[in-house]
């Protein structure tokens, strides 16, 4: 793997991160890439784009009202349900788009909070009562997806995913499909760290492997230029 893949942008996704900036809109038409070459270098070249929604940690809480942030189908399940977040929310919409990249699909189609609630259950089971119990939505979207199984463990969300995305056999289509189900946790806490997320060196070079690099330095745009 050629070592411009590992680091592109993670000066700055780690930068941000440290600081306790989030994007708050990752997804990928957030997204610019291209291949190296030219004056690059033989660089890829990486853009996030569209900080207009970026926000510090301090400043999250003015959204603790109506939780109107992140685009509907990159939401974290915590925006979902109402209750209080911080930089995770982030690795939730990365795992979300790096699924997407890598089997041309949205993995969440909702234009509603409670379809977000229900199409993540139908995905990840519903979540454990501890983490959202007290959130501001529990009582409305806890009655939409109550039919639902428990949450899946890690293991069985791989294998979820394994069909999801349509993922063969080969190490690097294993290696993503475990990324994203790390990536694609409930509990905030139990989520891949951008720090975490940036030493998965293992991933075939592509977008996807430059995004993971390049997630917390806030994305935010309209495609993939190639």
């Not at 990486?46 to 301090?58: G, P, T």
Request: proline share 7%.
């Amino acid at each position: 793997m050629n070592p411009s893949w590992r680091t592109a942008g993670i000066d700055l996704y780690r930068l941000l991160h440290d600081q306790g900036v989030l994007h708050a809109d990752l997804k990928p038409q957030n997204v610019m890439w291209a291949p190296g070459g030219g004056g690059g270098g033989g660089r890829p070249q990486i853009k996030l784009i569209d900080f207009s929604n970026a926000m510090s940690v301090e400043e999250t809480a003015a959204y603790f009202d109506t939780f109107d942030v992140q685009t509907l189908g990159y939401r974290a399940p915590e925006v979902i349900y109402g209750a209080k977040f911080g930089v995770a929310i982030d690795m939730w919409s990365l795992g979300v788009t790096l699924a997407e990249l890598a089997s041309g699909r949205a993995l969440v189609q909702a234009a509603s909070r409670g379809g977000l609630a229900v199409q993540g259950a139908q995905l990840l089971g519903q979540p454990p009562p501890r983490l959202f119990g007290d959130a501001k939505y529990a009582s409305e979207l806890s009655s939409l997806v109550k039919h639902t199984p428990a949450a899946l463990s890690v293991d069985a969300l791989r294998q979820r995913l394994t069909a999801e995305l349509g993922s063969g056999p080969s190490q690097p289509e294993a290696l993503l499909v475990d990324l994203v189900a790390r990536l694609l946790q409930y509990d905030p806490a139990a989520r891949l760290s951008p720090e975490a997320a940036a030493a998965a060196r293992r991933l075939p070079p592509g977008p996807c492997l430059v995004l993971l690099r390049t997630a917390h330095g806030g994305a935010h745009g309209a495609g993939m230029a190639r």
